[in-house]
């Protein structure tokens, strides 16, 4: 992964950076960190250039569910916990890549990838970006490989809106941090679905979300609305999400659920526990509703 550059704000001076900024604390009133219950997850993707996801994020699922896979309380490590699900016919639609292509489907859950000190190191990271804006509804990003932030109901680019203002909010070796995590998770990725390491590559987005119970202002703001990550990105054959806060404490609905046709089965969040799967149409995944 190339490394993340700071770039400098064009013909902006301090008094500009200072009213940006000043906007963008107003902005995130409805949905700060303190104050309020909510999800934190670092969502990783890596790719080739096949397979299918679907993504379903429904209002309501707790009282749908049938199974826990994963409780709160436990810890998976060192060794993921996998559950195997037959491939899809999805991946004949689609040019193959060797070596990353999956061969064998399933989910996987594990605590081990970080210690809870890293994870409460990027949450950190997280709280800084995030609190230059956010969004005005329910649920917010920060990509720090695109740059992209939520801000009221739209989106800005960190580096060009905020410039040099960045130094005082994240430093070299948050992003070194940030590396080395995404880095350890493409291996375990890897080694979970018999993969070569060096022939996977990360795709946008890469990002932070957190979620709340505020009222969505927008679209983006509805993460339960179904839609297919295949569709939407074009490139994605794996999907991780690395929790950075704890489900029962934090907050409460939110859990992961793999939807399927016998039955649902969910993974209860907590801070430095990854989920992954490979995509494909029949692997029917959802959040329940953050209250």
């Known amino acids: 992964m190339a490394p993340v550059r700071q770039r400098n704000a064009k013909g902006a001076n301090a008094a500009e950076i200072e009213k940006k900024i000043k906007r963008g604390n107003a902005l995130r009133q409805g949905s700060s960190w303190r104050g309020s219950r909510l999800l934190v997850a670092l969502l990783l993707v890596a790719l080739s250039a096949c397979g ?10 707790d009282s749908d569910v049938t199974e826990t896979l994963v409780s709160q309380g ?3 490590a060192p060794q993921p916990r996998v559950y195997s699900v037959q491939c899809s016919e999805d991946y ?3 040019k193959r890549y060797p070596g990353c292509t999956p061969q064998k489907c399933g989910r996987a859950v594990t605590d081990g990838v970080v210690t809870r000190e890293e994870a409460q190191t990027l949450r950190r990271l997280a709280e800084r970006g995030l609190a230059l804006a956010g969004s005005e509804g329910g649920a917010s990003i920060l990509d720090l490989h695109s ?9 800005v680019n960190i580096y060009r809106y905020f410039g040099e203002r960045l130094k005082d909010v994240f430093t070299q070796e948050d992003f070194q941090l940030y590396r080395d995590v995404r880095g350890r998770i493409q291996e375990v990725i890897a080694q979970t679905f018999g993969l070569d390491p ?16 505020t009222a969505a202002k927008t679209q983006h703001d509805e993460y339960w609305h179904p839609h297919i ?3 939407t990105y074009g490139s994605f054959d794996y999907t991780s999400l690395l929790y950075l806060s704890d489900y029962g404490s934090d907050f409460t609905g939110g859990r992961f659920v793999f939807m399927d046709q016998n039955g649902n089965r969910t993974v209860e969040p907590r801070t430095e526990r990854r989920a992954s799967c490979t995509l494909v149409l029949k692997n029917l ?3 329940s509703l953050v209250i």
């Open 92 to 94: 004949d639609n689609y």
């Open 52 to 61: 299918a996801a679907t993504w379903l994020y429904m209002t309501s699922l």
């Open 147 to 155: 740059g992209a932030l939520s801000m009221g109901k739209q989106f």
């Open 285 to 287: 995944l959802a959040h």
């Open 74 to 76: 436990e810890l998976v």
């Open 229 to 231: 990550d295949k569709v």
């Open 198 to 213: 060096a022939l996977m590559y990360l795709t946008k987005p890469t990002f932070f979300s957190r979620i709340n119970s």
